[in-house]
């Protein structure tokens, strides 16, 4: 594998963070491929960047566009996202 394909799961403050330092090439093997939110304003400037945008957390999850996750939602849905990712395969 050359490099980790990273989706976020949640684009607000901290999934917007995290995208930023991706996008820059931050972290050395990793790849910002996808990211989710339920707000689809928030997703259009990544689209542009060639990021595939999803609306709901369980299609990013099942779309096997991804290699890992970074759950960056509210933290009473940490537990049911990081689950379903788990056992899809995903790291998180």
Do not use: W
């Amino acid at each position: 594998m050359n490099s980790v394909r990273i989706g976020i799961i949640g684009m607000g403050n901290i999934g917007k963070h995290h995208a930023g330092y991706l996008l820059e090439g931050k972290v050395a093997r990793c790849q910002l491929t996808a990211v989710c939110s339920t707000s689809p304003g928030k997703l259009a400037d990544y689209e542009a960047k060639g990021v595939k945008i999803f609306g709901d957390a369980m299609e990013i999850i099942r779309s096997k566009t991804v290699d890992a996750v970074i759950v960056a939602t509210p933290h009473y849905q940490h537990t049911s996202l990081g689950i379903a990712a788990f056992e899809a395969g995903l790291h998180l």
